[in-house]
């Protein structure tokens, strides 16, 4: 593995500006090993009986579909896990200040699913947008290996105002100067200033394994954001109504902090 480890508990102010040098930040074994064996059996569920389906279903037409029956927050070590206190700890570290949960992806990737090409994922446009920082926090419940698809990250490029598909030509090609990571243990998170454009490398060969996915954002208060859920609002009422910020973090759920569902600028 080509990138550096950094140990969470014990950021030093070197390792909070090499983040924001070079925009991710990576965890090897961050996650309890008993959230770790709830979360997967909830992404069994999430996968096999359609709710994945109809999640998806239900951002495409929303008009059609409605809600969602069940939300990714609303299974119990999922939403345990987007308030998870080490980690919302360490977010406030990295972003200095306040911040509001975006959305929650989960899934169980198949063996030999397809590469993505290199992206990035920030929801602000303009170089205004840069001034406040999002974040995606990518958790691998079984870790990453030789068996799964690797992680490619391009170090340095949040600082570039660019669209998330400026290099999406590059399809999953190696690119100068990435890191890839392709060897961290089970419950394993890296975090990404969701401007840095990253990449989904196939998993080179075999018959390989399931990838257990799940992917939480936030982003820093003090300006508004584009939501990217039509349920937006039903997403962050549940998560208050669930208690999920503990009680310890009064902007976590805010609404005040979004635009409207498909505002432009």
Known sequence: MSAALLDAPRLTPDQLDRFDRLGYLVLPGFLPGDLVARLKPEVDLWVDNGLRARSIASCLDPDAHGVPPVMEIELPAHGELVGHPPLLSLLARLMRGDFVFHHLHSDRQAPQVPGKPWHHDYEQSGAAGRAHPMVHALHYLDGLDPEV????????????????????????????????????????????????????????????????????????????????????????????????DHGQWPELFAERHFTEYGQTD
Do not use: N
Request: proline share 12%.
């Open 149 to 244: 698809s690797a992680l490619a990250v391009l170090p340095g490029s949040h600082h570039e105002i660019a669209a998330k598909s400026a290099r999406a030509h590059h399809g999953t090609d190696p690119l100068p100067g990435e890191a890839v990571l392709d060897d961290l243990p089970p419950g394993s998170t890296v975090i990404l200033h969701s401007a840095l454009f990253h990449a989904r490398r196939p998993q080179p060969s075999g018959p390989g394994r399931p990838r257990y996915f799940v992917d939480a954002s936030y982003c820093r208060t003090g300006t508004r954001w584009p939501p990217v859920k039509p349920y937006w609002r039903h997403m962050l009422a549940r998560s208050r109504a669930l208690g999920l």
